[in-house]
């Protein structure tokens, strides 16, 4: 069982920057692919960025790319979301996700969740 709490949201104005973090307890955590998504108001939730279980690979949203950064770091079970460049249609509530087995961008595949932080870029 893995329980992940998500933080460092906060309201930044166009072009800065913000770290998002993603603590997860249980040991087993270092087997886990995270991912982070974000829903903004009467829209889906949907896939921003993913890293698997080692670190090694990488993916995201075609409109994150070149602005933000997933990493992590198992031997303190967190995965981290430096974000650069913010513009105001990033504005959403961020949410971080843990699977095992797998690694993408389907949030379904997705069985553990954090509580989400709320991210707001001011124009």
């Not at 075609?62 to 933000?68: A, L, P, Q, T, W």
């Not at 797998?102 to 553990?112: K, L, T």
Request: with cysteine; glycine share 14%; proline share 2%.
């Amino acid at each position: 069982q893995v329980q992940l709490l998500d933080s460092g949201g906060g309201l930044v104005q166009t072009g800065g920057s913000l770290r998002l973090s993603c603590a997860a307890s249980g040991r087993t955590f270092r087997s886990y692919s995270v991912g982070w998504f974000r829903q903004a108001p009467g829209k889906e939730r949907d896939f921003v960025a993913a890293i698997n279980w080692g670190g090694g690979s990488t993916y995201y949203t075609d409109s994150v790319k070149g602005r933000f950064t997933i990493s992590r770091d198992n031997a303190k079970n967190t995965v981290y979301l430096q974000m650069n460049s913010l513009k105001p249609e990033d504005t959403a509530v961020y949410y971080c996700a843990g699977a095992q087995s797998y690694f993408g961008a389907n949030r379904n595949a997705y069985g553990y969740w954090g509580q989400g932080t709320q991210v707001t870029v001011s124009s």
